[in-house]
T-cell receptor
Framework: AQSVTQLGSHVSVSEGALVLLRCNYSSSVPPYLFWYVQYPNQGLQLLLKYTSAATLVKGINGFEAEFKKSETSFHLTKPSAHMSDAAEYFCAVSVDNDMRFGAGTRLTVKP | EPEVTQTPSHQVTQMGQEVILRCVPISNHLYFYWYRQILGQKVEFLVSFYNNEISEKSEIFDDQFSVERPDGSNFTLKIRSTKLEDSAMYFC?????????????FGEGSRLTVL
């Protein structure tokens, strides 16, 4: 079955700094890949998704992710962190309508 | 915009009691899911449901759990005899199943607290 690994359970950056959250996937067939954000005590909000079109995907709130098949990666980036970006971020892989999540990365943004 | 709705948003129950969590998926969706998130932990797959039957379930989804689509709109998760470790946020999701995007649409979650 497909799976994702998120490297780093906790990432801390300064406000204005680059955000890089890492995700590697494992799948026997071409997957669909997603990043979700979860703010405290809230549900899962879709940030962006890769569905086999463009490999560089732009999402909400200035985030983007690049699908690299050779590296089986789908890392999430944002050029300049904002305090409001502090949240838990989950990478997910979906094959045949079957979605699995990574363990999550908690992003802290320091002033 | 269509959305997945879940009730209740929060339920507190005593250990050993039965709990039913309700979900109304997006109306033209065909695949339905339940996921669980224990506080501070990852989102875990419980079960997927298609064509009025379970299509896949995880090892978490033991005999204490059941799902049902009692009518054309609701999708329920029942926990027969709750345990302390069932305390978690439970997310319902649905998908159109056409495979074009593989995207699941999630509800806001139902927080279950077992005392």
């Amino acid at each position: 079955a497909q799976s994702v690994t998120q490297l780093g359970s906790h990432v801390s950056v300064s406000e204005g700094a680059l955000v890089l959250l890492r995700c590697n996937y494992s799948s026997s067939v071409p997957p669909y890949l997603f990043w979700y954000v979860q703010y405290p005590n809230q549900g899962l909000q879709l940030l962006l998704k890769y569905t086999s079109a463009a490999t560089l995907v732009k999402g909400i709130n200035g985030f983007e992710a690049e699908f690299k098949k050779s590296e089986t990666s789908f890392h999430l980036t944002k050029p300049s962190a904002h305090m409001s970006d502090a949240a838990e971020y989950f990478c997910a892989v979906s094959v045949d309508n079957d979605m699995r999540f990574g363990a999550g990365t908690r992003l802290t943004v320091k002033p | 915009e269509p959305e997945v709705t879940q009730t209740p948003s929060h339920q507190v129950t005593q250990m050993g009691q039965e709990v039913i969590l309700r979900c109304v998926p997006i109306s033209n969706h065909l695949y339905f899911y339940w996921y669980r998130q224990i506080l501070g932990q990852k989102v875990e797959f419980l079960v997927s449901f298609y064509n009025n039957e379970i299509s896949e379930k995880s090892e978490i989804f033991d005999d204490q759990f059941s799902v049902e689509r009692p009518d054309g709109s609701n999708f329920t998760l029942k926990i027969r005899s709750t345990k302390l470790e069932d305390s978690a946020m439970y997310f319902c999701a649905s998908s159109d199943g056409r495979g074009l995007t593989g995207e699941l649409f999630f509800g806001e979650g139902s927080r279950l607290t077992v005392l």
